[in-house]
C-alpha cells in the first residue's frame, strides 16, 4: 500500500493525547538551539559564508531581524524582549542593527538574492514608521531583495500600538505577509495576562492589511490562557473565523514559570485544569475544520488556497526558524539580539543580552554567541524530522540513497520504538514508509523525538514543553 492514498486529515483523540503527552522540542530547528556550543564563534561563521562563494549556484537568502522591545509585558511572554515604553532605545538599537547588517552583507555577494525576509520580536512595530523606513532602506541597499510577487517578506504585528497608515508604511515599504497575536478576546483572559488589546483594534489592523494587499494575513491564539474555558475560547474562535484570516496559530500556552520569570505573575489557580484545555483543543480542531480550514502541522491551519496548504500539497513545504515555510533550504542571515541563523550545514546564535550584542560590535566582531556545525547524523536526522514535521511520512528508499545508510540497520532502535507507537495507532509502518496517522498528528513531536539522537543521551526534557 502506498501511504499517499491515505488522504491527510486529522483526528482529535483525547485518550491518546492524555496518554502520550510528554514534553518535547518544537523542531524549528534539528539539533534544538539548546545544543549549540561556544566553540563556534564568529570566525567559524564567517569561514562558512565563504564556503557558499565557491561554485556557480548558489542558496538564496533569507535575511531574520530581531527588534526586541515590547511596550507592556504579557505574562504568558516566554520570548527574549525588553519592555521599555523608551523609543531612544530603539534609536541606539537600530545604529547597531545597521551596523551588523553592514558587516554581514560584505559576506555576501551583490549577486545573492534575498527570497525571504522577516521581522520578529519583541515588537517589531515598537520602532516609529521613519525607523521602519529606515531599516529597510538600509537593507535594500546591502541587500539584493527579489521583487514583491517572488519574494516572501513578513513582519509581526502588535495591533494595540499601530494603525492604518503603519499598515499602509509596512506594505510600502516591502512587506507583503504579516502575522498577528491575538491570543484571546476575552476581557478577563486579556486582564489575567496583561494584555489588553480590543476586538476593534484587531479587527481595524485586519481590514487595513487588506486594503493594501498583503497577500497573506495569519492571526496567532493561544489556548491553555488562565481564565480560559471552552465556552470563552469558542467566542474567540467564531470571531477569528468571521474575520476569516489566511492562516491561523493556535499554541498551547507552556506555563514554566522556573524558566520564563514573567509567567510567575499568573496565578495557578486560574489556569484551565489539563482536561479543560483538551476540550480547548478538540473544539478549536472542530471550529477550523468546519470553517475549511487544513491542519497543516505543529499549531498551524492554513485555507486551502492558502499558499503553506498548496506547497503541503505538492510536497514542498519547509520548516525553519519561523516555522513553515514555502521556500526551499535558504541560508538565513541572522541580525540582531538572540537571532539564529544558519548558513550551510551550519547554525550561529547572536548574544542574547543588548549589553553583549553592543560590546561586540563595538569590537568590531560580528556578536555571534554561539553555534552548531552539524554532523553527517545531525543532516540526516534533520532531513527526517523535517520531512515528517511538513508531510506526516517519510519513505526510507530517498534517505538511504541521499545519505548512503541502511534505514533498517541505521535506526534499528528508533524503528523499536516506532512499533511501539504502530501499537498506539500514531503511525503505520510500511516495508519502506513512514506514515502518520490522522490521530497521530497531533503528537507529531512524540514520533520525531524518536529521531532525536541527543534526547536519547541527555533525556532531561524538562527544558521544553509539552506536546499539548
Ligand atoms: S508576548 Fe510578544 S508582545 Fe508580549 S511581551 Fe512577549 S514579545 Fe512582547
Not at 59 to 83: A, D, E, M
Not at 148 to 154: A, L, P
Not at 177 to 200: H, I, K, T, Y
Request: proline content about 4%; glycine content about 6%.
Amino acid at each position: 500500500m502506498n501511504p499517499r492514498q491515505d488522504t491527510p486529515t486529522l483526528e482529535f483523540d483525547a485518550d491518546l493525547i492524555r496518554r502520550l503527552d510528554r514534553n518535547g522540542p518544537r523542531y524549528t530547528s534539528y539539533p534544538t538551539a539548546d545544543r549549540f556550543a561556544a566553540s563556534f564563534d564568529a570566525q567559524r561563521y564567517i569561514a562558512w559564508t565563504q564556503h557558499r562563494n565557491v561554485g556557480v549556484k548558489r542558496r538564496p537568502l533569507s535575511l531574520y531581524f530581531h527588534i526586541p522591545f515590547c511596550n507592556t509585558l504579557c505574562f504568558y511572554c516566554g520570548c527574549n524582549k525588553v519592555i521599555t515604553k523608551n523609543n531612544s532605545k530603539a534609536v541606539t538599537y537600530l545604529d547597531y542593527l545597521i551596523r551588523e547588517l553592514d558587516m554581514q552583507a560584505k559576506l555576501f555577494s551583490s549577486d545573492d538574492k534575498v527570497e525571504q525576509l522577516h521581522w520578529g520580536g519583541g515588537t517589531p512595530t515598537f520602532l516609529g514608521n521613519a525607523q521602519m523606513r529606515a531599516l529597510m532602506r538600509a537593507t535594500r541597499e546591502r541587500f539584493n531583495l527579489v521583487d514583491d510577487d517572488k519574494g516572501e517578506y513578513s513582519i509581526e504585528l502588535d495591533p494595540r500600538k499601530i494603525n492604518a497608515e503603519t499598515v499602509a508604511v509596512l506594505r510600502e515599504i516591502g512587506f507583503n505577509r504579516l502575522s498577528m497575536g491575538v491570543q484571546d478576546f476575552d476581557p478577563a483572559v486579556q486582564r489575567a495576562v496583561n494584555r489588553l488589546q480590543s476586538e476593534e483594534e484587531t479587527l481595524a489592523i485586519i481590514a487595513a492589511a487588506r486594503a493594501h494587499r498583503f497577500k497573506s494575513i495569519s492571526i496567532d491564539l493561544i489556548y491553555g490562557l488562565p481564565k480560559q474555558t471552552v465556552m470563552s475560547f469558542n467566542q474567540t474562535l467564531k470571531k477569528i473565523i468571521d474575520a476569516n484570516p489566511d492562516r491561523i496559530a493556535v499554541y498551547n500556552y507552556a506555563h514554566l514559570p522556573a524558566l520564563f520569570k514573567p509567567q510567575r505573575r499568573i496565578d495557578p489557580a486560574d489556569l484551565p485544569s489539563p482536561d479543560t484545555k483538551l476540550d480547548i483543543l478538540g473544539l478549536t480542531i472542530l471550529r477550523l475544520t468546519e470553517a475549511g480550514y487544513l491542519y497543516i502541522g505543529m499549531d498551524h491551519f492554513a485555507k486551502p488556497d492558502d499558499e503553506l496548504a498548496i506547497a503541503q500539497r505538492r510536497g514542498r513545504l519547509h520548516r525553519n526558524f519561523q516555522g513553515y515555510s514555502t521556500h526551499a533550504d535558504a541560508d538565513l542571515v541572522a541580525l540582531g539580539v538572540s537571532a539564529i541563523g544558519k548558513i550551510g550545514p551550519t547554525y550561529s546564535q547572536n548574544f542574547r543580552d543588548l549589553d553583549s550584542y553592543y560590546q561586540t560590535l563595538d569590537k568590531g566582531t560580528l556578536p555571534i554567541l554561539r553555534g552548531l556545525e552539524l554532523t553527517q547524523d545531525d543532516l540526516l536526522r534533520q532531513c527526517i524530522i523535517n520531512t515528517l514535521m511538513c508531510h506526516f511520512e517519510l519513505f526510507m528508499e530517498p534517505v538511504e540513497i541521499a545519505f548512503l545508510i541502511s534505514f533498517e540497520n541505521y535506526f534499528a532502535h528508533e524503528l523499536d520504538d516506532l512499533k511501539k507507537m504502530q501499537d498506539d495507532g500514531l503511525l503505520t509502518l510500511g516495508d519502506r514508509w513512514l506514515s502518520v496517522t490522522p490521530k497521530g498528528r497531533l503528537l507529531i513531536r512524540n514520533i520525531c523525538m524518536v529521531f532525536d539522537k541527543y534526547l536519547r543521551v541527555d533525556s532531561d526534557d524538562q527544558r521544553y514543553s509539552r506536546v499539548i
